[in-house]
Nanobody, 126 residues
Framework: QVQLVESGGGLVQAGDSLRLSCAAS????????MGWFRQAPGKEREFVAA????????YYADSVKGRFTISRDNAKNTVYLQMNSLRPEDTAVYYC???????????????????WGQGTQVTVSS
C-alpha cells in the first residue's frame, strides 16, 4: 500500500510553465513505476507521462512530447511533472499514480495502475 499526494496545480496563462509534485509514502518508492494522468470535464482519464524504476524508461503521450518532462527523486520519495508552453487544452485534473508493473504496455495505460492520488487542478487560460 502506498499513499500519493499531488501539489502544484493552479491557474496560468497560455505559454506559461507549471511544476507538479507527487509525494509518496512508504520506504519502497524506488520499487514503483510512476505515472501522470489527466482528466478534463466530459472526457475519460488519459495517459500523460510515465517513468520506470530504471534509468532511461521514460514515456510521454504524443500531445505533450517536447513540452512536459517527468522526473523522480527517490531520496525524497517524489515524482515531478514539469509543464512548459502550456495550452488551454492542457486544462484538466492531473493525477499521480503508482504501479509495480514494468512493461511499456502496462505503465502507459490507465489499467496498469493500482494506486492513485486525489488529483490537482490545472487551468490554462487563453
Amino acid at each position: 500500500q502506498v499513499q500519493l499526494v499531488e501539489s502544484g496545480g493552479g491557474l496560468v496563462q497560455a505559454g506559461d510553465s507549471l511544476r507538479l509534485s507527487c509525494a509518496a509514502s512508504g520506504r519502497t518508492f524506488s520499487s514503483y513505476a510512476m505515472g501522470w494522468f489527466r482528466q478534463a470535464p466530459g472526457k475519460e482519464r488519459e495517459f500523460v507521462a510515465a517513468i520506470g524504476r530504471s534509468v532511461g524508461n521514460i514515456y510521454y503521450a504524443d500531445s505533450v512530447k517536447g513540452r512536459f518532462t517527468i522526473s523522480r527523486d527517490n531520496a525524497k520519495n517524489t515524482v515531478y511533472l514539469q509543464m512548459n508552453s502550456l495550452r488551454p487544452e492542457d486544462t484538466a485534473v492531473y493525477y499521480c499514480s503508482a504501479t509495480t508493473l514494468t512493461t511499456i504496455a502496462t505503465i502507459t495505460r490507465l489499467g496498469g495502475y493500482d494506486y492513485w492520488g486525489q488529483g490537482t487542478q490545472v487551468t490554462v487560460s487563453s
